[in-house]
C-alpha cells in the first residue's frame, strides 16, 4: 500500500517515451519568429564598428539589434540572492570581454533567416590579446576575490605547524580541467508579451521563480506581469539553474518585434553564452602520524574566472568537512580573472573537483603509510564536523566503506601496485569516500482534493529528469491515502506556489517536504469534515481515531468508512485545498553539521602497451537518509557514476591560448562516456532516516553520486600502473 519507499517507475515515463511530453523548445505558440545571435570572433577588446544594413534588408528579417539600438537592461551587482549567471548584460556596450559573447542579435520570420542575415553584418574590432588561465602560473596570477556564499579562507587549529611536524607528510598539486555541462536540450527561451503586457517566458531553466525575478530585476518589469515556465528538462547539470544573457534577450526582442520570439543556442554557444564548471589548480598537505592519523590537513584552490564576476569553485570546502585532523585543517580559495564568459556550477559543484585532490591524496596517503585504503579512512574517522565543531546529524560513513568493501570483495585486493593482472591488462582497484552538502530551503506546494477523490499537487519546483514527478506523487498518495495512479503533479510554472529551484540535489528533502505538509493540511480538513461537517459519519469520535487508505477515510477499530468522493459530495464542495509551507531551519543555524556520504570503489583495467584505462565494475555505496524511491535512486547513481567516469577519463574543454576561445564546441570534440564505456555498476544504499534533513527523513542524493569516482578510478589506475596521475583527465599519454 505504501508508495513511499517503492521502486516505482517513473510517472512521466509514457509521457517521454511516447513524445508526449513538451520540452521547452517543442511548444508551439502562434505566429512565433525566429532569433539568431552573432558572436564575437575576439575574447578581449571592442567592437570598433558594425555595419547591419545589408542584415536589415535581408529576407524576411524585423529587425537586428546591436549595441547602439538595444533596449538598455539594469545592470546589477553581484548577489548571491539573484540567480545570474554573468553579470555582465548583452548588446549594452562595445566591449568585448571573451569570446562567443553576443554582439547582435536578428529576428527573423524563419531560423535560416535570422541565421543567414547574421552573417551579412560586417563588424570591425580593436583587438588586444586576451588573459588566458594557465595552470602553471595560476597560482602567482591568483587574487582573493570578495566573499561569496561562504568564506573564503578557513583555519582550525594549525594545520601548518602539525603538517611540520608530521611523521608523514603528503604534499602534491591536482589539476582539474574546465569542463561543460552539455545536456542533451540546448538551452532555448520562448517569449510571448501578451496585450496586458504580461511575459511569458518559456524558458530550459531549473529555476522559474529565480528566472521571474532576475527578469523583474534587469528589464524592470513587476514580478506579478511576468510568468516563467518549465515542465521538463533535457538535463540541466547546473549550467540551466542561473539565468544567462540570452533569456534577457528574447524577452526584448519579443517586446521590440511586438511578437513571440525564439531564441534557441546552438550547441556550439552553448560553450560562451552559458555558464561551463571552472578548472582547478588544487593543492593538498597533509600530514599524519606513521600509524596514518591525519594531524594537519591544507587544501588550496585557485579557479580561473571571467574579467566581470568573481565566481569560485569552493573545492577546498570538502576538507574543512570530511575527516578529522588533530592539529588543524586550513582552506583557501582564491580566482583568477580571464578573458572567458562566468563559469557556474556543474554537476556536483566543489565536492566533484575537491574531492579529487583530498581522496587522492588520502591514498597517497595510505601507500606513505602502508596502511590499506579503507582502513586509513576508517581511522580517521568523525562523529563531529571539524569546521563547525557541531555533531552530524547522522553519518553512515563507517557503513559505506565497510559494506561497499564486502560487496566489492576488497578483502581479496593485492595491495601492491602492479600486483594484479588479467591476461595482457594490469588490474587496479581503488577507493575513495566522500562528503556532500545537504541544503535546507524553504518551499510551498499545494494539494487539492478533487470531488471524484483524486489529487493534484502543484508547486513551482522542478523535475530536471531526476524524477520529482514520481516522488512527490508518492508522498501525497500515502499522506492521503490514494492509490499513486490517483495523483497528478504539475511543476515548473511560477503560477504554482514558490518552490526552490532544482539545484543542490535539494529537492526530496525540502520542495517534496512541502508536498507532504500540504497533503496533510488537505487530509485533516478532510478530517474536519468528516467528524463536524454535514451528516457527519464521525461525529463525536475523536480526530485521532480516523485513519486514510485506499482513498477514503475509517474510523479506527469501527466498520465505518467514506471515500473521500463521497465527503465532498455531502458537503457540496468541488474541492479540498491544502497548502504546505515548509520552512527548515536554515543549515548554519542548526545544531547539527547535516551532510550525505559515500564509499565508492573502482576496478579498472589498464592496457600496459597502450596505457589505455577501461572501466571494469564500480560498487557506489551511499548514506542519503531515507531513499523514498529505490528505483529513480538507483537511476540517480548510475547517472552519477558515469558522470564521474567522464570526468576522470574523458572530459575537458580545451582553450585555444591565442583567441582564448573554447575550442571544442561540440560532442564530436567533447568526450563523454557511452554505453560501451560502462560496465556494472552495483549501487547500496546504508543510510536511514535522518530526523534533522528533512521531514522525510531523507538527505541529498543526486550530486553525491558524481562525487569521488575520479579519485576512486585514479586511485585504482594507481593501483594497476604504479602511475598517479594528478591531472584530469587521466588519458593514454599520461600513463605511457
Ligand atoms: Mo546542481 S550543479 O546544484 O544544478
Known sequence: MNAVGQPISRVDGRLKVTGGARYTADIPLQAIVHAAMVYSTIANGRVAAIDSTAAEDAPGVLVVLTYKNMPRMNQLAWSHLRPQGQTYLPLQDDRIYYSGQPIALVVAATLDQATHAGTLIKVAYESSSPAVFDRRTAKEDAVEPPQRMWPLSSSVGDADEAIARADVRIEQTYTLPDRHHNPMEPHVTLAVWDDAGTLTLYDSTQMVVGTRKLVSLVLGIAEDKINVVCEFLGGGFGGKSWSWPHTLLAAVAAKVVNRPVRLQLSRAQMYSMVGHQAATVQTIALGATRDGKLIGIR???????????????????????????????????????????????????????????????????????????????????????????????????????????????????????????????????????????????????????????????????????????????????????????????????????ESHPAIGSSTVANATAAVMLAAKAAREKAMELALTGRDAPFAGAAPGDVIVGDGRLSLVRMNQNITYAELLARNELSNLVGDGNYDPVEEIKGLKAIFSFSAVFAEVRVDPELGLVRLNRFVGAYDAGRIINPKTARSQAIGGIIWGAGQALLEQSETDPASGQFINRNYSGYLVPTNADIPELDVLFVGGFDEEASPLGAKGLGELTAVSVAPAIANAVYHATGKRVRDLPITIEKLL
Not at 301 to 327: C, I, K, Q
Not at 438 to 455: E, I, M, Q, Y
Not at 457 to 480: F, N, R
Request: net charge neutral; proline share 5%; charged share 20%.
Open 299 to 497: 587544501h588550496d584552490s585557485v579557479n580561473p574566472t571571467s574579467v566581470f564576476d568573481d565566481y569560485v569553485e569552493y573545492a577546498a570546502m570538502v576538507s574543512r568537512h570530511l575527516w578529522r585532523a588533530s592539529g588543524g585543517i586550513a582552506t583557501s580559495h582564491k580566482v583568477v580573472h580571464v578573458n572567458r564568459n562566468s563559469p557556474v556550477v556543474l554537476r556536483a559543484p566543489m565536492e566533484a573537483q575537491g574531492h579529487f585532490a583530498l581522496e587522492s591524496a588520502m591514498d597517497e596517503l595510505a601507500y606513505a603509510t602502508g596502511i590499506d585504503p579503507v582502513g586509513l579512512r576508517l581511522g580517521n574517522d568523525t562523529d563531529t564536523d571539524p569546521y563547525s565543531g557541531r555533531p552530524f546529524s547522522t553519518r553512515a560513513l563507517r557503513e559505506c566503506l565497510t559494506k561497499g568493501a564486502a560487496r566489492f570483495g576488497w578483502d581479496k585486493r593485492a595491495p601492491e601496485p602492479r600486483s594484479m593482472r588479467d591476461g595482457r591488462y594490469f588490474i587496479g582497484q581503488g577507493v575513495a569516500a566522500a562528503i556532500f552538502t545537504h541544503w535546507r530551503w524553504p518551499g510551498k506546494a499545494r494539494v487539492t482534493l478533487n470531488s471524484d477523490g483524486s489529487a493534484l499537487v502543484e508547486a513551482a519546483a522542478h523535475d530536471i529528469g531526476t524524477g520529482t514527478y514520481t516522488v512527490m506523487a508518492q508522498v501525497a498518495a500515502d499522506t492521503l491515502g490514494l492509490a499513486l495512479d490517483r495523483v497528478a503533479v504539475r511543476l515548473g510554472d511560477t503560477r504554482l506556489p
